[in-house]
């Protein structure tokens, strides 16, 4: 067994994440009693269908509880450290359809909690806890997330307004368990990038590339995509979340192979996600252009991975990924000036407009980056993390360089910026589309480890694409 599987072998430490909300919730002035009540996602029908929705558990509810099965409850008892999982008890019409559901004895084995009881048992606990002095304290729970059955009878009051954030802030710092989970999602999905460069070469549309990608996921445990695939060849790389994966990978009139593929995908590994994004050539060279494009991302990607460490600020990893992207432009003559007056005039946002990247976990742009969207700065506007980065948190580092017509006009219209472009040598880059390269990496107290396995020397992916 490798030391991940041996980790993940255990239990999802659904208590230690109980204690640690809870001492939250004690740190921003709301004491150390009560109880924390969370519900799991509901099985939902599909309108005017008898099939189940796609089933998404929530996540405040699983980080409390490890358990992935719809329609279940918690109580997290914060003074009797007690922490009880209420899951559906056997329904007779149920069974022919879908089998016995999971018994309290295997819920109990497979999951970090102390209690395993039935669902109807939820209000005749909550009124016991209430009535053995907890009653004097209060109930927190998550707006929206209560159902109507639910009675906090005898507690001081319920507060619905403070656990999500709570919860959410909690998450950025993840313990061993979760880092291997986000391993086990990466591992997963090198394998899947690998798989999906390599049909490349015998497909002929974007569909191919992606259904290679998805197979792979669910052949090797990751049934679940963290996000919608990107697959997006030649220009289509230029919009940052293009869904359609359904164009041809050669041009209709000219039957020439479009330059390059870029994939951004991810696996969802017990309800952790990979985010990982890779570009490589079809027919296994890249051009000139999107090769020298391309030695630009990997430098942005290089330099800011190297400057990770705890208490780094985020605004300045980002800030000198955008100073790497300048000079490598200035370098290939798309961009002239001086390096200082193109990074203040934001010359590069109109290469590089988003964010170097997002915190990752249960959700693929995870919880607790605190952004600033109305920011003035357009450097900063779309960046999804502020501030510095805790020890233990997962981020995404994925710089990029795109050419879209649509970002880049306006800075060739006004006359404040135009003479910072020159157009003839950009006439030559369009059809490089964009380049963004995308790893997943853990903050430590001295650095850093990468996530992400899937291969991204140029050497490496033209090899594949062969
Ligand atoms: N896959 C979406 C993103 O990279 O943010
Ligand atoms: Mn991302
Ligand atoms: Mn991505």
Not at 95 to 103: D, E
């Amino acid at each position: 067994m490798t030391s991940l599987d041996s980790i993940l072998a255990g239990k999802y430490p659904a208590k230690a994440h109980a204690r640690r909300v809870a001492e939250r919730l004690e740190a921003c002035g709301h004491g150390r009693h009560g109880i924390i009540y969370l519900e799991a996602q509901k099985t939902r029908l599909i309108e005017d269908n008898d099939e189940a929705m796609p089933f998404r558990q929530r996540r405040p509810f699983f980080y409390l509880s490890g358990c992935p099965l719809p329609d279940s409850y918690l109580i997290y008892n914060i003074g009797a450290d007690k922490l009880t999982l209420f899951i559906p008890p056997i329904d007779p019409e149920d069974v022919i359809w879908s089998g016995l559901p999971m018994s309290v004895t295997e819920a109990l084995r497979l999951y970090d909690v102390d209690q395993v009881l039935h669902t109807p048992e939820v209000n005749a606990t909550l009124a016991a806890i209430a009535s053995d002095g907890e009653g004097k304290s209060v109930a927190f729970a998550i707006e929206g997330q209560i159902s109507e059955g639910t009675k906090f009878h005898g507690f001081l009051k319920t507060n619905t307004s403070v656990l999500k954030g709570v919860i959410e802030d909690t998450r950025v710092v993840k313990d061993m368990y979760e880092v291997a989970l986000l391993r086990k999602a990466n591992d997963i999905s090198a394998k899947a990038h690998i798989a999906a460069i390599k049909a490349s070469k015998a497909a002929t549309n974007e569909r191919e590339i992606e259904a290679a990608f998805i197979a792979t996921c669910i052949a090797n445990g990751g049934r679940d995509q963290a996000y919608h695939p990107i697959v997006a060849c030649g220009q289509n790389g230029a919009t940052l979340h293009y869904g359609r994966n359904d164009d041809g990978l050669a041009d209709p009139v000219t039957k020439q192979r479009k330059s390059s593929v870029l994939i951004d995908a991810g696996a969802e590994y017990r309800t952790y996600c990979a985010d990982i994004t890779r570009v490589f050539p079809l027919g296994g060279k890249f051009t000139l252009e999107s090769q020298q494009i391309y030695n630009i991302v990997l430098q942005m990607q290089t330099e800011t991975i190297a400057m990770l460490k705890e208490g780094v600020q985020w605004e300045d990893v980002h800030a000198h990924a955008h100073r790497v992207a300048i000079k490598g432009l200035l370098g290939l003559g798309i961009l002239r000036g001086s390096e200082d007056e193109l990074f203040d005039k934001r010359i590069s946002v109109a290469f590089f407009p988003h964010g170097l990247g997002h915190y990752l976990g249960m959700d693929t742009h995870d919880t607790g980056g605190n952004p600033n969207y109305a920011d003035k700065d357009t450097m900063f506007k779309y960046l999804r993390v502020r501030g510095r980065l805790p020890a233990g948190s997962v981020i995404t580092v994925e710089p990029g360089i795109y050419f879209c017509r649509f970002i880049i006009a306006p800075f060739l219209e006004s006359p404040e910026t135009n003479k910072y472009i020159d157009t003839e040598v950009l006439e030559k880059y369009w059809s490089v589309g964009g380049v963004r390269i995308e790893d997943n990496v853990h903050v430590t107290q001295h650095g850093y480890e990468n996530l992400t396995t899937a291969p991204k020397a140029i050497e490496e992916v033209e090899v594949l694409a062969s």
